[in-house]
């Protein structure tokens, strides 16, 4: 079996994160008030496929967030090489040769409870291998990325069979209209639940859009360099453009759990666009409600059917915190038909979304007193100051406590010290004992030190640890959601903003 790419990836996925802006802007209306006529009237003009049956826009609804990873728009013309040199997409040149394909490098799965005060998302990794659904063509199984771009290209190939002077606008739509079709059934197929909308976005689109939001907020755990993606970040809270979005969102290399660490990127951005436009007055201000639509208009696909007036009514409780995503999770790495990729579990998977999408009520219980229990460790933030000669060690320290399950802190160097120390501040004496002990020393309080946090200062004679990691899958005696590790981890946004590798 070959599979059929329609091109080489260079960027590398720039979607994972960013893309999340194409559910944000479907719902863009979800908590303003007072409508006026230019609003309503834009709103209704979103929505150009019927690539599926749309589903009810309110009460219980799932919904398909696709970022593709095409360098040319919706009409099949190249970028131009403005665009692709802001955005390091490549040349003009090299997008001819068949760099950048149309693969969905973004594919985020929302579920929306019925009275839109509460959402869950499932991420899905690009490379999973999966068998695809409603493709055309003969391939059958590939990477769940790349059942759009399969799709799109024997459709256009099929179509300029038949009518050779077909015009590229009708080709790409129809190639584009067969590509989501695929993409929506093959997501289906693996998850086993019915999607009733989706949202999608290509690369141009990702970058206008975040021009008119004025780019978004982000936290890094670490500072990070990456000359692939052009991500040159320092550790902690700061503001980024939306050329500097882009990098935050494409990087993988030089991430300690690469592609899955950049799915953790794509739900936090997402968090901090909720944030955006709620908590800081975007919705309140009519002339970039309008600039937002406009944009959307013209770079966002929705499905036709979808009301995103009663969508918004719906939504306008839903907050970033009333929203949490997980990571779809994996089974382990292996090399398919030449290509690498992500074993997974279908079974497995479904039961978990099924489980988390449609939780089967509590039974009634008495109640009783709770017993004291430590505190987990994604309780905890740790940082990490590195006092001693070893380079590296304050980095190593925080990617293996994260592994175990603690929020990763700030890490970074102190003055120079003899002996490591463990430092707590108020709600954290329980973890900041255990953590202490994998240094042969005693934690102290530390009023210096934020609520919540542990912080470690290494001293010369500090080795790392045998620090016992949390299982990156969870174990399948259970279908709840994956909730630590690398592949878990689900994100819940403190304040708007969380805080990723």
Same mark, same amino acid.
Not at 222 to 242: C, E, I, K, M, T
């Given at each position: ?32 008030? !007072? ?22 826009? /309110? ?56 009275? +839109? ?37 024997? %459709? %256009? ?33 693996? *998850?086993?639940?019915? /999607? ?18 004025? !780019? ?5 755990? #670490? ?6 993606? !052009? ?7 700061? #503001?980024?453009?939306?050329? %500097? ?20 990127? %794509? ?19 009519? +002339? ?13 696909? *929705? ?28 089974? !382990? ?18 039961? /978990? ?65 003899? *002996? ?31 609520? +919540? #946090? ?22 399948? *005696? ?10 878990? +981890? ?12």
């Amino acid at each position: 079996m070959r599979s059929v790419r329609t091109g080489t990836s260079l960027w590398g996925g720039v979607g994972k994160a960013g893309y999340g802006l194409s559910c944000i802007a479907a719902a863009v209306t979800l908590v303003i008030s !007072g409508f006026s006529y230019f609003v309503v009237r834009s709103v209704n003009s979103i929505g150009t496929s019927h690539a599926i049956i749309s589903g009810p826009s /309110i009460g219980a609804q799932n919904i398909l967030v696709m970022g593709l990873e095409s360098r040319r728009d919706w009409n099949g013309n190249i970028l131009p090489n403005s665009i692709l040199n802001v955005l390091h997409a490549g040349s003009r040149q090299g997008v001819e040769d068949g760099v950048g394909g149309n693969d969905t490098n973004t594919l985020i799965l929302i579920h929306i409870f019925a009275g +839109g005060t509460k959402a869950v998302g499932f991420s899905i990794p690009r490379d999973d291998w999966v068998n695809f659904a409603g493709t055309v063509g003969t391939e059958q199984q590939g990477k769940i990325d790349q059942a759009y771009g399969v799709s799109m290209f024997y %459709q %256009q190939q099929k179509l300029k069979a038949q009518d050779p002077s077909m015009s590229q606008d009708q080709l790409a739509f129809l190639g584009n209209e067969a590509g989501r079709s695929a993409a929506v059934a093959t997501v289906e197929k693996l *998850t086993g639940v019915h /999607i009733d909308h989706f949202a999608e976005v290509n690369l141009d689109g990702f970058y206008e859009l975040a021009k008119v939001f004025g !780019g978004v907020q982000v936290c890094l755990n #670490h500072p990070v360099h990456d000359a692939n993606s !052009g991500a040159d970040f320092r550790a902690g809270y700061q #503001h980024l453009d939306a050329e %500097q979005a882009l990098a935050f969102v494409r990087q993988r290399d030089g991430l300690p759990n690469g592609d899955l660490d950049r799915t953790h990127r %794509q739900q936090a951005f997402l968090d901090s666009v909720m944030h955006q436009l709620k908590d800081e007055g975007v919705l309140g201000d009519l +002339g970039k409600i309008q600039a937002l639509l406009s944009v959307a208009k013209q770079y966002m696909i *929705t499905d036709s059917g979808w009301n995103l007036l009663d969508f918004a009514t719906e939504m306008r409780s839903l907050t970033s915190g009333d929203l949490v995503f997980h990571t779809l999770p994996i089974e !382990g790495y292996e090399t398919i038909d030449g290509q690498d990729a992500n074993a997974v579990d279908p079974a497995y998977i479904k039961s /978990i979304v099924q489980a988390t999408f449609f939780p089967k009520p509590s039974p009634h219980r008495q109640t009783r007193q709770p017993q004291a229990t430590s505190p987990a460790a994604g309780t905890t933030t740790v940082d990490v100051l590195n006092g001693g000669d070893t380079a590296g060690l304050a980095t190593q320290v925080s990617t293996a406590l994260a592994g175990a399950g603690y929020r990763a802190g700030q890490v970074g160097n102190t003055t120079s010290r003899v *002996t490591t120390a463990v430092l707590y501040g108020n709600g954290a004496s329980a973890n900041a004992g255990k953590i202490a002990s994998m240094f042969g020393v005693a934690a102290a309080a530390s009023s210096s030190v934020a609520a +919540g #946090h542990v912080e470690i200062l290494l001293g010369t004679s500090a080795t790392l640890p045998d620090i016992a990691a949390s299982p990156a899958t969870p174990q399948k *005696t259970s279908s709840a959601a994956p909730t630590t590790g690398p592949q878990g +981890g689900a994100i819940q946004a403190k304040d708007g903003i969380p805080c990723v590798n």
